[in-house]
């Protein structure tokens, strides 16, 4: 009897320590589960990450400081006045400090711009009723001359087809010490920057428009998100010159770099407002202009 009682004793024991085991190995398993999912989480949360550091904003500088609006600011391109953030000199030496424009800008009519370059002259029309920060900002930088003697620094020629200019440093860093909000974007319109469009370039940061600008030479798509400020009026055929020549990055054919064919701003210059009506968004170009 004993020693059936020693065997039932230990298969007791035995059935014990597998439950036991079993247990402990179901534990480990979803400790596992836990773990690897954990592990995805992480590993999402990384791409995500990197795919923000990468992804710069098409035509905007990159900078060393955070580019949103400091705290307190309130950015505005409303109805109301344009808020000026200021920028830090200290992360970004690029920067040129003239000031920022005066209070009061004009918010209704038009205002002609015109590029005097080495290859001729490039006339817009700027939106002051529906782009008036923009306006005010070409209109108070010409005055100061902060575009005089200066080259575009950038040419896309696939994909997007622009001319970027409006950088001092021809950096793609530059601007003065002021950002402001974006106004006047095209949602909804197809393409959203045709052929002739002035445009406002910025970083991927909201709040983030400057000095820099694109003159968009053939229907582009691209995000709503670059101020559309005015139009081309007359010269655009030089603009398209400058882009077949092509454009160049580190002494290579490119399809975005500097453009082959320097194109330097010798002086540009904002006339006084006028009660012209502003032209429709999406109105194609003048006949002048047109592609």
């Known amino acids: 009897m ?39 989480a992480i590993a999402l949360v990384l791409v995500i990450g990197i795919g923000i550091w990468v992804g710069i904003a098409v035509f905007g500088g990159e900078k060393k400081k955070d580019d949103t609006a400091s705290p307190g600011a309130t950015p505005s391109a409303g109805a109301n006045a344009c808020t000026w953030l200021p920028e830090d000199k200290n992360g970004n030496p690029s920067l040129r400090d003239v000031g920022t424009p005066a209070k009061g800008e004009p918010r209704t009519g038009t205002r002609t711009m015109d590029i005097t370059s080495g290859a001729g002259e490039v006339s817009f029309e700027l939106d002051v009723a529906n782009a008036p920060c923009a306006a005010a900002s070409f209109a108070f930088l010409a005055e100061k001359k902060f575009f005089d003697n200066t080259k575009c620094h950038r040419l896309t020629t696939e994909g997007i087809f622009v001319l970027q200019c409006g950088d001092p440093s021809a950096t793609g860093m530059g601007g003065p010490m002021y ?64 882009a077949a020549k092509g454009a160049t990055k580190d002494g290579k054919d490119a399809t975005d770099g500097a453009p082959k064919e320097p194109f330097e701003i010798k002086s540009l210059k904002v006339g006084p407002v006028s009660a012209a009506a502003s032209p429709s968004p999406g109105a194609s170009v003048s006949p002048t202009s047109a592609p």
Not at 7 to 36: N, S
Request: charged letters at 25%.
């Open 179 to 242: 950002k402001f909000a974006e106004e006047n974007l095209p949602k909804g319109k197809k393409p959203t920057y045709p052929a002739g469009t002035l445009a406002m370039a910025k970083t991927n940061a909201p709040n983030s428009t400057g000095s820099q600008f694109f003159i968009v030479y053939a229907d582009t798509d691209l995000g709503a998100d670059y101020t559309v400020v005015g139009r081309v009026t007359k010269g655009l055929d030089l603009v398209k010159a400058v």
């Open 2 to 40: 004993s020693s059936q009682r020693e065997r039932v004793q230990r298969d007791a024991a035995r059935a014990k320590l597998q439950q036991g085991m079993t247990v402990k190995a179901e534990a480990a398993a979803k400790r596992r589960k836990l773990q690897a999912a954990i592990g995805s």
